[in-house]
């Protein structure tokens, strides 16, 4: 641009700037922006500080564990630890398995030859994540020819075999039964199925079916009531204790029936998903896998997960588990 036409197109603005009355409505007008600014934000604030999680299904169980990883080894006694998401929390095997299920149920005709492939694929796609596999399921997803029978003995055919366990992986993996279930039955029958592939002891396999129809249950509006008499009266655990009389003397404890019972309490004494999480986690123990349990029953109760929640997720989960969520929504 020359000059002249600088001068041209400068000498208007510079007369308007020297105008008082133009000068003033400058000045407010740019409050103005800055005030419709701030209203903009509250209001954004205001209608989305929840958000309906139906279209991620187990994504609760996948806070829970991702909340808990830094504490498994390192336990917190306490429901104000901060901030809820520590800059080293990851996701673990809890919320990998726990997609594997998901994506055996949403994918594939839920056999049980399919649902070993999906755990073995998730399994290799994901070979070490934060705290690892446990032992006995890292045998058998990456070397079965060492699973042994009840007796001791070496299968002889090199296939993957259950190992009687009953180890809390059953249940940590069992949320998406009692999303897709469409009744008690089912729920229980894709809970059952899940864990006795590998857990195939009775409390493996009822950690998974509490786990599942606690979540069909919150999924179909049922009281905490209910579920408590329910699962109380159809899995034997004693459920009438609070989080404060078991945090003194909770310590590490990996079974299903050391750990499914509290972090079901956790999410009985909770009043929003956020709380049913910190008390799971308060509790000490295996804290991403309890918080894994209470996270998907809050979520399939509470229906609604805090935005900011969602958005450290989002910054913490690869593409490929959205996906998962999104097909077993369909
Ligand atoms: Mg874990």
Not at 48 to 53: A, P, Q, R
Not at 207 to 227: L, N
Request: hydrophobic fraction near 40%; charged fraction near 25%.
């Amino acid at each position: 641009m020359t000059e002249s036409a600088l001068k041209y197109v400068a000498s208007p603005v510079l007369l308007l700037a020297r105008n008082t009355f133009f000068h003033h409505f400058l000045v407010f007008f740019i409050i103005f922006l800055q005030i419709f600014e701030k209203c903009c934000t509250f209001a954004e604030n205001l209608v989305s500080v929840v958000m309906d999680t139906s279209k991620y299904p187990c994504l609760g169980a996948l806070i829970g564990d991702t909340v808990g990883s830094i504490y498994e080894f390192d336990n917190i006694k306490s429901v104000d630890f901060q901030p809820l998401f520590d800059k080293r929390a990851e996701y673990t095997d809890d919320s990998i398995m726990t997609i594997a299920v998901a994506d055996w149920l949403a994918h594939t005709g839920r056999t049980r030859d399919e649902l070993e492939d999906r755990l073995v694929y998730w399994a290799e796609h994901f070979p070490c994540p934060m705290g690892g596999y446990g032992g006995g399921f890292r045998t058998w997803l990456f070397s079965p020819e060492r699973l042994c029978d009840f007796k001791g003995n070496r299968y002889k055919d090199g296939r993957r075999h259950p190992y009687n366990s009953y180890g809390n992986g059953s249940a940590m993996r069992a949320s998406a039964c009692g999303w897709v279930a469409h009744s008690l039955e089912e729920a229980l029958d894709l809970g059952k199925r899940s864990a006795e592939i590998t857990h195939n002891h009775p409390e493996g396999i009822k950690g998974a079916q509490a786990t599942a129809t606690a979540i069909f249950m919150a999924r179909q509006g049922e009281s905490k009531d209910a579920i408590r008499t329910y699962i109380e009266q159809t899995f034997g655990y004693d459920l009438q204790h609070t989080c404060d009389e078991i945090r003194p003397t909770y310590d590490w404890e990996a079974s299903c029936q050391g750990t499914v019972p509290p972090a079901l309490i956790a999410f009985f004494d909770s009043h929003d998903f956020e709380e049913s999480i910190r008390l799971a986690v308060s509790l000490g123990g295996d804290s991403d896998t309890l918080a894994c349990i209470t996270g998907g029953i809050a979520q399939a109760y509470y229906k609604e997960i805090p935005d900011e929640i969602i958005n450290e997720m989002k910054m913490r989960l690869p593409k490929e588990f959205w996906e998962v969520m999104e097909d077993l929504a369909q």
